[in-house]
């Protein structure tokens, strides 16, 4: 199976190292051309998300979600956005 899709986006991340395929000669103009991965992009109408993992934290410190810590931006996010609440960690 090919690492990439059509387009050029990659299967996996992050992007295996590049190895050039053409010929490199001892000028430039004897050198096969080069061929750059292209960078990866989202498909058109993707959706953009945005996921902040913060750790050593507990859930109801910051503002956002009830606590005392005032967090604006977080504040802002959640409120233009989703607001995951229902999960499990362990120690």
Known sequence: ?????????????????????????????ESDPPQFPQPVAAPKGAPNIVLLLIDDCGFGQYGTFGGGIPSPTMDKLAAEGLRFTRFHTTA
Do not use: A, C
Not at 3 to 26: A, N
């Open 1 to 29: 199976m090919s690492e990439e899709r059509s387009g050029g986006t990659p299967r996996i991340l992050p992007r295996p190292d590049f190895r050039f395929s053409g010929e490199v000669g001892r000028t430039y103009l």
